[in-house]
Nanobody, 128 residues
Framework: QVQLVESGGGLVQAGGSLRLSCVAS????????MGWFRQAPGKEREFVAT????????KYTDSVKGRFTISRDNAKNTVYLQMGSLGPEDTAVYYC?????????????????????WGQGTQVTVSS
């Protein structure tokens, strides 16, 4: 089993920055992909960013490209999401997700179904 714990959320003014962290514990040695999703009130959970743990290949949703950066530290079993130029539209609960599966015939990296492990979420609130 794998446990994911996020931290780093909070209240920030528009234009500001935050860095989220996600620490994985348990059987993490075979983790293939980790990512970040977010869910605003009344909306579905949406993909934000993902990276593969070995190669470090990254993908982003269009709305955060150039503003957010996902990175990983394999030695610390940690994935980060550096967020900049934040706006009120970025307000949401941010969830860390991970999977040990190297392939899925049913889901892409943007789908929640692609991931098997989830953190409890951390709130990010951006004031205008």
């Amino acid at each position: 089993q794998v446990q994911l714990v996020e931290s780093g959320g909070g209240l920030v003014q528009a234009g500001g920055s935050l860095r989220l962290s996600c620490v994985a514990s348990g059987r993490t040695s075979t983790m293939y992909r980790m990512g970040w999703f977010r869910q605003a009130p009344g909306k579905e959970r949406e993909f934000v960013a993902t990276c593969t743990m070995n190669a470090g290949t990254t993908k982003y949703t269009d709305s955060v490209k150039g503003r957010f950066t996902i990175s990983r530290d394999n030695a610390k079993n940690t994935v980060y999401l550096q967020m900049g130029s934040l706006g009120p539209e970025d307000t949401a609960v941010y969830y860390c997700a991970g999977t040990q599966r190297t392939y899925s015939s049913q889901y892409s990296f943007q789908d929640t179904g692609r991931y098997d492990y989830w953190g409890q979420g951390t709130q990010v609130t951006v004031s205008s």
